[in-house]
């Protein structure tokens, strides 16, 4: 193309040469080009300048990246910040690098100890206020309290710990009265007698209630407790009062009622224990005590009963795979026994 030779008309753009001077080089005809986009139909088109360095992003030079590329890309953020667009839920993927590698571990310095002028923030090796070195403390700071001994407002006391590791915790300022002593307390929530407590859901931690007076109040038992009767007009040997029990599991008895029939003739012997196929056996006369018998009488008059316990503590627990057994003689009309138990795991 011969210089300063105008391209076609409608194109609206001129190509033309002009001098530059290089430096140590005597002065060069470069021919001048600008970036341009071409549109519309044959014979009509139409012809942009595409800005370089400048413009808006809708009509500036677009640069596609091979990929493939081993060069590096620099991007300047002129002052301001640089934002990477991602879709909704799908965060950026950012890795840091030292220049030669990524960085998978983040160094942390300890060159300047922490807060506070106590024991807390120290490095490595260097002594901390209560004699101990090599470790770094953690702790609270005195805030306002000015009772602490040895620890000034506004400074930090190390958070002491046992040999096993757990956080030490000491009630050392004293109560208001009428109890001014300093022991840790655990409290109950006074409520009015007559009142009704608040249900919470299971799983849910709820209030501890007492008296006005400190009193507690306490449920005894068990969340589960079952009763079950036992009936017999017979003389029994050895057979289990309740269900059976499976092996790593036991009773655990919080009552036993026994009543006999106004209409006996007879009044029957009862013993009641824990066994995997029989009551322990009666001992000798003036002999040592037998274990794991819960209930035993030499004879219940007709009409009358005996009775152990009343549901709200334990009167007997028996071993793994132990049931609660019965051995009587005859009632002649009818024997009832209730009991009162749970069974736990053991």
């Known amino acids: 193309m011969a210089d300063n030779t105008e391209t076609a008309s409608g194109t609206g753009v001129k190509v033309a040469t002009d001098k530059v001077t290089y430096s140590g080089d005597a002065d060069q005809n470069v021919q001048l080009v600008r970036f341009v986009q071409v549109t519309g139909a044959e014979g009509s088109r139409t012809v942009v300048d595409v800005p370089v360095g400048t413009g808006v992003e809708a009509t500036a030079l677009r640069v596609t ?34 220049g030669a590698a990524a960085i998978t571990t983040l160094p942390v310095s300890l060159a300047t100890p922490g807060v506070g002028t106590g024991s807390l923030g120290k490095q490595e090796g260097e002594a901390h206020t209560n004699g101990n070195t090599g470790v770094l403390l953690l702790g609270v700071r005195n805030t306002s309290h000015t009772a602490f001994t040895g620890v000034a407002q506004g400074e930090y006391a190390p958070i002491n710990v046992d040999a096993e590791g757990c956080v030490v915790v000491v009630g050392n300022v004293a109560h208001d009265a009428p109890d001014a002593d300093p022991p840790m307390k655990i409290g109950h929530k006074a409520v009015n007698l007559g009142a009704t407590p608040t249900a919470v859901a299971a799983a849910d931690r709820t209030d501890w209630l007492a008296t006005r007076a400190g009193v507690p109040f306490v449920l005894g038992g068990h969340p589960n407790i079952q009763s079950s009767e036992y009936f ?31 209409a006996n003739v007879t009044s029957p012997s009862v013993r009641i224990g824990f066994g995997t196929a029989n009551v322990p056996s009666q001992g000798a006369t003036n002999a040592d005590a037998v274990a794991k018998v819960i209930l035993s009488h030499p004879g219940i008059a007709p009409g009358s009963g005996v009775v152990k316990g009343n549901g709200s503590g334990i009167v007997g627990i028996g071993a ?25 795991a053991i």
């Open 65 to 98: 990246l091979a990929t493939d590329s081993t060069g590096l890309v620099s991007v300047d953020d002129n002052g301001a910040s640089i934002t990477v667009d991602a879709p909704v839920g799908t965060p950026a993927f950012v890795r840091l690098s030292d």
């Open 232 to 262: 017999t007009s017979g003389a029994i040997t050895d057979d289990n009062i309740l269900p059976a029990i499976a092996a790593g599991s036991a009773y655990v008895i919080t009552g036993i009622m026994v009543t006999c029939s106004n």
């Open 320 to 344: 793994s795979d132990e049931e609660l057994r019965l051995t009587c003689s005859t009632p002649t009309t009818s024997l009832c026994i209730v009991v009162d138990w749970f069974s736990i």
